[in-house]
């Protein structure tokens, strides 16, 4: 009965290939993210869906495509991984309101190497 | 946009010391600040949050205190065990779908 849950915890591929991670929450919200967490420990967000709709789309590069099949499934696709793309990957989800905020529930992580 | 700043990077305390751990934020329109515990190799999870209508929030040995005229929370833990061994996160968001903006962390080590 896990929150907020992301396949695979560990991933490890070389340069240049694509890879995928996913990720889903059985906790009813409406709005779902990706982090990613650098050796430094700093969490910045990439993306936030609402109801499958893009809602924030950081300064990423396009070789990172998120995908939001319905509100509770929210993965991510990236394409030609580089180096600098090795970091730890946090699925998070909230639910909601126009007037306040709400805090996240994250996922416990894609560790994502690349050599 | 929003600049989160948070000191100290590194705490060391002895077991059953209290801990604080402060925040700045340069947006006055920020009014959500949640604080979030990651323990190694766990996500982030929510320990306390306060909102900009609120001056202090506790709860058991935790609290959070706001203080808007000066930008700047704090987290205070009291009687401190090992298992509050953790990095510890602040946060600061002008709320509703806005995005979160992180602190630097802080490494909290409690000592036995």
């Known amino acids: 009965d896990t929150a907020v849950s992301q396949t695979p915890k560990y991933l490890v591929t070389q340069m240049g290939n694509d890879k995928s991670i996913k990720c889903e929450q059985n906790l009813g919200h409406d709005t779902m993210y990706w982090y990613k967490q650098d050796s430094k420990k700093f969490l910045k967000i990439m993306f936030s869906?609402?109801?499958?709709?893009?809602?924030i789309n950081e300064t990423v590069p396009n070789r990172f495509s998120p995908k939001s099949p319905d509100k509770a499934h929210l993965n991510l696709h990236i394409n030609s991984l580089e180096l600098g793309d090795s970091a730890v990957y946090f699925c998070a989800s909230s639910q909601v309101s126009a007037e306040r905020g709400s805090g996240y529930t994250f996922g416990s992580g894609t560790r994502l190497t690349v050599v | 946009g929003e600049n989160v700043e948070q000191h100290p990077s590194t705490l060391s305390v002895q077991e059953g010391d209290s801990a604080v751990i402060k925040c700045t934020y340069s947006d006055s329109a920020s009014n959500y600040f949640p604080w979030y515990k990651q323990e190694l190799g766990k996500g982030p999870q929510l320990i306390i949050d306060i909102r900009s209508n609120v001056g202090e929030k506790k709860d058991q040995r935790i609290a959070v205190t706001l203080n808007k005229t000066a930008k700047h929370f704090s987290l205070h833990i009291t009687e401190t065990q090992p298992e509050d061994s953790a990095v510890y996160f602040c946060?600061?968001?002008?709320?509703?779908?806005?995005?979160?903006?992180f602190g630097s962390g802080t490494k909290l080590n409690v000592k036995p």
């Open positions: 869906y609402n109801n499958k709709e893009l809602i």
């Open positions: 946060a600061a968001s002008r709320g509703g779908f806005n995005k979160f903006y």
